[in-house]
C-alpha cells in the first residue's frame, strides 16, 4: 500500500499553544479507507512511562519481573524471572531512576539488592547483597532523590526501628547511616518518604501511630518531627504520600478506614484533615496515590481494590462511581505506574497481580486484558519502575488506515527531538508503537543499522507484518514510516490515537480520521 499524494503542512511545534497552520494542498490516495494528518499535540505518556513491573513473592523466596506493555498495560515475563532473594521477601522498591531495586526479606533479616537491566528488566544482585537490617525487615522505600534507603524492621511485638542506608549511586550497594537503626512505634509494617525527600513517615502497626522524621539531606540520619507520633486507626499497616506532599493516608487494617492528614511542609507534623478517617471496607492493608495526585487505591480484604478521588484543597476521600473493584484473593500490594495510567495489585493467596487500566477522568478501574497474570507463590507487594521520557519538539504524520485489506496501515511523517533528549539509536533501544488498537514493542537489537542514518525493523511482531524506517535527515531530524498488514484493527473508530516512543524519546496524539 502506497500514498499517492502531494502534501504540505504547516502545524505547531510541541511548545506552540494552539494550531496556526491550516494549509494542506491537495491528497488522493486510492483506495483510502481512513485518511489521517496530525502533528505532535500533546504528551500522552507524563514524564514517565511505565516499563518494569516487580513483585515480591513471599512464598517462594524469588522476584518476579515483568515487561509492561506501555500500551495496554499488559504483563510479560521477564526472561530469568523470577530471580532469587532472601528469605519471605515482604517488600520490593524501585529507585526513581529506574537502576535499583531493592527488596526487604522478613525472615532473614536483610535486604536484596539489585541492579536493573534498563533494556531487558532483569535483576543483578549488587556486590556485597544482601545488606544487614534489623529483626523482621518488613517494608523498603527509596527517597526520591535516590541517595536513601529506608526499611522498617517489625521486631516483634515490643520493638521497632527504621534502618537507613546511603545509595552507592554507582554500584547500588547499601551503607549503613550514622546511628542507624532510629527508634520507631511498636511493628513498624509501612514506611513512605515525601516527594521533597525532607520527611519520613512510619506506620506502627502495633500501636496505633505514625511516627515522623525529618530526613538529614546530607547523611540520610532521622530526627523525630515536634509531636511524634501521631495517632491513627487501630493497626495502620501502611502510609503513603501524595504527589504534592501536602498529605499523608494511612491504611488502618484494625479499623477498616483510611486516615487522612495535612504534612506541615516546614515541620513535617501532621494533621487529620476534615472528615478523616475514611471508610474502606474489611481490612485495608496497602495504599498507592496515582502521581496526578487525584486518585487514591486501598487493598486488603477478601478480593477488592477500593477507589477514591481526593479533594485537592482539603485531602477529603470520596469513593470513585463503582469502587469497590473486583481483585484476586487477598491482595496485598498495590502500586500506580509513575505515567499514570495502570494500576497493579499483588493478590497473595491466588498467585497473581491483577492488572488496571485507570479512567483519566474518574479514577475508575477497569481489567487490563488477559489479567490477572501469573506470579510466584504468595506475592506481597509490587513495585514498577518507570523510564523518564522526553517529547519530541515535532511530530508531523500521516497515516493511511485500510480496513478491507486486512486491517493494513501506513504511517508517514518526521519528527524533531526535543530539548533535553540525548539522542535516539533505535537498534540498542525499544521502540514502541501505537496506530489505532494496533499496538506493539520492538524489541532493542530488532532494528538493523543500514548506514547513513538509516534504520530499519522488518518482521512479524504482535500479529502483524510490520515495517519500520526510521531515517536521520540532520540534526535531530528524522524520518519515519511505517507499514503493517495483518493486526485486528476492526471497530476502529474516532477519536484514533498514535503513539511513537524510541528509548526515551516518545510523542503521541488523538486526531479524528475520516472514514469512506
Known amino acids: 500500500m502506497k500514498l499517492d ?16 497552520g491550516k494549509s494542506a494542498k491537495a491528497f488522493s490516495a486510492g483506495g483510502l479507507v481512513a485518511l489521517l494528518v496530525f502533528a505532535f499535540a ?111 524492621n517489625g521486631c516483634g511485638a515490643s520493638c521497632g526501628t527504621v534502618s537507613a542506608y546511603t545509595i552507592d549511586n554507582t554500584t547500588g550497594a547499601l551503607s549503613p547511616v550514622p546511628g542507624s537503626p532510629f527508634a520507631a512505634g511498636t511493628t513498624p509494617s509501612s514506611v513512605a518518604v515525601d516527594p521533597s525527600g525532607k520527611f519520613a513517615f512510619v506506620a506502627n502497626s502495633g500501636s496505633t501511630t505514625v511516627s515522623a522524621y525529618m530526613i538529614d539531606s546530607t547523611t540520610g540520619a532521622l530526627t523525630p518531627v515536634p509531636g511524634s507520633p501521631f495517632a491513627a486507626g487501630m493497626a495502620p499497616y501502611s502510609v503513603v504520600v501524595e504527589p504534592s506532599g501536602a498529605f ?24 487529620p484533615v476534615p472528615g478523616s478517617p475514611f471508610a474502606a471496607g474489611v481490612n485495608p492493608l496497602r495504599a498507592a496515590v496515582d502521581p496526578s495526585g487525584q486518585f487514591a487505591y486501598v487493598v486488603g480484604g477478601v478480593s477488592d481494590i477500593s477507589a477514591y478521588t481526593i479533594d485537592s484543597t482539603t485531602g477529603a476521600l470520596s469513593p470513585v462511581p463503582g469502587s469497590p473493584f473486583a481483585a484476586g484473593t487477598n491482595p496485598f500490594g498495590v502500586a500506580v505506574d509513575p505515567s499514570g495510567k495502570f494500576t497493579y495489585v499483588a493478590n497473595y493467596s491466588s498467585d497473581d497481580v491483577s492488572a488496571y487500566i ?27 519502575a518507570g523510564q523518564s521520557t522526553v517529547p519530541f519538539a515535532i511530530l ?27 539522542g535516539i539509536s533505535p537498534p540498542s533501544e525499544d521502540v514502541n508503537l501505537r496506530v489505532a488498537t494496533f499496538s506493539t514493542t520492538i524489541p532493542a537489537g530488532s532494528f538493523i543499522d543500514e548506514g547513513r542514518g538509516t534504520f530499519e525493523f522488518k518482521g512479524f511482531i504482535n500479529g502483524m507484518d510490520l515495517k519500520v524506517v526510521i531515517h536521520r535527515v540532520g540534526g535531530d531530524r528524522f524520518l519515519f514510516t511505517a507499514d503493517g498488514a495483518g493486526a485486528n484493527l476492526i471497530g476502529t473508530m474516532n477519536p484514533v490515537t498514535v503513539e511513537l516512543s524510541i528509548g526515551d524519546d516518545d510523542g503521541s496524539t488523538t486526531v479524528t480520521a475520516q472514514f469512506d
Open 5 to 20: 499524494r502531494e502534501l504540505h503542512l504547516s502545524v505547531p511545534s510541541a511548545s506552540s499553544g494552539n494550531a496556526r
Open 42 to 152: 500533546g504528551h500522552a505518556f507524563g514524564n514517565k512511562k511505565p516499563k518494569f513491573a516487580y513483585v515480591a513473592n513471599q512464598g517462594s523466596n524469588s522476584v518476579s519481573a515483568y515487561t509492561i506493555d506501555n500500551a495496554t498495560g499488559a504483563l510479560s515475563p521477564v526472561p530469568g524471572s523470577p530471580f532469587a532473594a532472601g528469605t519471605n521477601p515482604s517488600s520490593v522498591a524501585v529507585d526513581t531512576s529506574g537502576k535499583f531495586a531493592y527488596v526487604a526479606n522478613l525472615n532473614s533479616n536483610d535486604v536484596s539488592a539489585y541492579t536493573i537491566d534498563i533494556n531487558a528488566g532483569a535483576l543483578s544482585p549488587v556486590p556485597g547483597s544482601p545488606f544487614a537490617a534489623g529483626v523482621a525487615p518488613f517494608w523498603v522505600a527509596v527517597d526520591p532523590s535516590s541517595h536513601f534507603v529506608f526499611v522498617a
Open 248 to 271: 499523608a493516608y494511612v491504611a488502618n487494617s484494625g479499623s477498616g478506614t483510611v486516615s487522612a492528614y495535612r504534612i506541615d511542609s516546614a515541620a513535617g507534623t501532621l494533621s
Open 358 to 384: 485507570i479512567d483519566s477522568a474518574t479514577g475508575a478501574l477497569r481489567l487490563v486484558p488477559g489479567s490477572p497474570f501469573a506470579a510466584g507463590a504468595f506475592p506481597f507487594s509490587v513495585a514498577v
Open 396 to 422: 508531523r504524520l500521516m497515516a493511511e488506515i485500510d480496513l478491507d485489506r486486512k486491517a493494513s496501515f501506513e504511517v508517514e511523517g518526521h519528527f524533531s527531538l526535543g530539548v533535553g533528549s540525548n
